[in-house]
């Protein structure tokens, strides 16, 4: 069963750090363009990176670019989401997301056409 699941969410104050952790099972990480999205209270879900299949290549939104970082481990099977300078719009569910057509259907962000889905880890950025 192809599965994904979250994790390192909480609260933080505006400036500091998370670091969020997505566990794949059922696939191969490699197979598949791996990416991480957040929706805050009221508003669309929005992508803020993505990570190529076996390239490593990444893309991020001007809104994050700068001080989120995506990364793989693929002995761990697992994607890595480094969350740095975060900022109170920063705020939401954050969820991790996969598919084997890669980060061209992953960036698009079109949530219909994105295979597999995360349950999502709370980021709550306030003083």
């Known amino acids: 069963q192809v599965q994904l699941e979250e994790s390192g969410g909480g609260l933080v104050q505006p400036g500091g750090s998370l670091r969020l952790s997505c566990a794949a099972s059922?696939?191969?990480?490699?197979?598949?363009?791996i990416g991480w999205f957040r929706q805050a209270p009221g508003k669309e879900r929005e992508v803020v990176s993505c990570i190529e299949r076996n390239v490593d290549s990444t893309y991020y939104p001007d809104s994050v670019k700068g001080r989120f970082t995506i990364s793989g481990d693929s002995a761990k099977s697992t994607v890595y989401l480094q969350m740095n300078s975060l900022k109170p719009e920063d705020t939401g569910v954050y969820y991790c997301?996969?598919?084997?057509?890669?980060?061209?259907?992953?960036?698009?962000?079109?949530?219909?056409?994105?295979?597999?889905w995360g349950q999502g880890t709370l980021v709550t950025v306030s003083s």
């Open positions: 997301a996969a598919d084997s057509r890669g980060c061209r259907v992953v960036a698009a962000g079109d949530e219909r056409y994105i295979e597999v």
């Open positions: 059922g696939f191969t990480l490699g197979d598949y363009g």
